[in-house]
């Protein structure tokens, strides 16, 4: 039965990759070509008007808006479809550091991350749009320290940190090339987006708090290659505020480190997720902290959980280095429900058939991988296939199983369980999850540890 549903698992992700390949494209090249300086933008001045004209002459006939000399100061940009956006080598676009230059853009289909978590600002934005792309060899700062935009760590609203990126209900965009630094707060986000290509990206989102590097919400067919992703929050989070589903993804040869989470599913999974393929990545915490904010460690290397009604299903981690993550793997479901106001609450989602092959790991932390599902709601169906992680030993007396609560209130990361201790076997506690599969499943810890290796308990 278990390799029933994981070879067909393999085989149909194995075609849905060849699909996405297929059927997403790179941006074709149009004739036109527009410049700030042809719409007044002087160096040393304030370049957003200028470069909004660019863009909206572009517009009228399809084609690319060049940033090709130097510096360009810019406030918030609304892409048009069919418009390219190319911040060539040597040029960058440097976020203003005035949020009067942030007018809020409130979404016209409102979702819970609008009405839940106020994020209306951002550099580049852009809604209902079709055939965009945002590339070029050059960088774009957000410019986003603490000193120019002020605010705490917080898992509700960002006010005045805006985005760097954020793109709602558009359809067939590319972002590729670019360096990506400093935003305020998430680096980009991409809500109900359609035919979604990111490719060798440079991101490094150290500059504040909740400085996330990608955030894909609720979005279809999405092929994410080749990118570098430095992050002080998620650097890989897949979401479903925008109460949509997420579905086909293909995500391969990626670094992906943080402070907080390499990959995640959540927390906000209003919508569910399905049939997603991650393959030949790198992962885990980072080797220094840069921005003294945080901490170098990841919280965890991958976290996959349901804690707003959403289902996880069909996906598969194949080929994954894990090192420096506190918790190597963590999942989880609960009974958050947040949802828009007056929306009722969600029932309890299902988090099941996820198949983690050929992982190896070094550097992990002591709380160990663990799984926590709900007394009537279990983990289902999840298989681990050759699996190698090396990770630091415990030296003090364990904690009794028995001392930890469900935590039901608790924000789900896998820190939750800090206050009581590390997990109580060091290379998978489970609770409240059935069908869980070891085959050549290891943990070598670094010297003697009193915790037994697996522990699974209801």
Known sequence: MNG??????????????????SSIHPWQEREGVWRPEQFGAEPGKKATEAIQKAIDAAALHGGTVKLSRGDYLSGTLVMRSNVR????????????????????????????QDTSMGMHQSLIFAEGCRNICLCGDG????????????????????????????ILDCSDVEVSGVTLKNAACWMQNYLNCERLLLTHLTVRNHANYNNDGMDIDGCRDVIIRHCRVSSGDDALCFKGASQRNTERILVEDCDFYSACNAIKVGTDTQGSFR??????????????????????????????????GGTVERIWLDDLHIRRAMSPLFFRIADRGRVKPGDPKPGIGQLHRVLVTHVRGTGNGIRGSYMMGMKEHPIQEITFRDVLLEQYAMDDTPVDASC???????????????????APAYALW??????????????????EEKRPAVLQEN
């Not at 320290?145 to 760097?164: I, N, V, W």
């Open 4 to 21: 029933s549903w994981t070879d067909s698992l393999q085989e149909d992700l194995e075609k849905m990759a060849a699909a996405l390949e």
């Open 85 to 112: 956006l190319q911040i060539c080598a040597g040029a960058r676009l440097l976020a203003s550091t005035d949020l009067a230059d942030y007018p809020e853009k409130h979404a016209k289909r409102l979702t819970v």
């Open 139 to 166: 960088v774009i700062d957000g410019r986003g320290t603490p000193d120019h935009f002020p605010g705490e760590e917080t898992a509700q609203g960002t006010p005045g940190r805006p985005f760097l990126i954020r």
């Open 275 to 308: 049939n997603i393929l991650v393959r030949h990545c790198r992962i885990g915490g980072l080797a220094e902290d840069p921005s003294g904010l945080k901490h170098p460690c990841s919280d965890s290397g991958v976290s996959l959980e349901t804690v707003d």
């Open 404 to 422: 930890f609560g469900d935590y039901p209130d608790a924000y789900p990361d896998a820190h939750m369980i800090d206050d009581t201790g590390p």
């Open 430 to 447: 489970t609770r409240y999850a059935e069908g869980i599969r070891l085959e050549d499943y290891r943990v070598l810890p670094d010297g």
